[in-house]
């Protein structure tokens, strides 16, 4: 049974810096994208970051020169350092992994931003 399970949020103030992680269990391939979204109060999820397993990235207009992805295909891992974070970054962030057939997300994260 395939598992994401995220770790690495927390309370920070703004300015300040997180990195999250993404560990995938019970799997013997390697993901097409894998990637974070995030899901604020009241609002619908949104794409944050992506990457492909040939390494290229994607981001959201909002965390562009912020954020950035990376992944380490061998441990099916991937990670989203957070730099300069604003109090709108304030979400639960998820973890999602694309396979052949269908993705996959983790439980999320909360990631909280004080002003």
């Known amino acids: 049974q395939v598992q994401l399970v995220e770790s690495g949020g927390g309370l920070v103030q703004a300015g300040g810096s997180l990195r999250l992680s993404c560990a995938a269990s019970g799997i013997s391939f390697s993901f097409n994208t894998m990637g974070w979204y995030r899901q604020a109060p009241g609002k619908q999820r949104e794409l944050v970051a992506t990457m492909s397993r040939g390494g290229s990235a994607n981001y959201a207009d909002s965390v562009k020169g912020r954020f950035t992805i990376s992944r380490d295909n061998a441990k099916n891992t991937v990670y989203l350092q957070m730099n300069s974070l604003k109090p709108e970054d304030t979400a639960v962030y998820y973890c999602?992994?694309?396979?052949?057939?269908?993705?996959?997300w983790g439980q999320g994260t909360q990631v909280t931003v004080s002003s």
């Open positions: 999602n992994a694309e396979a052949i057939l269908r993705g996959y």
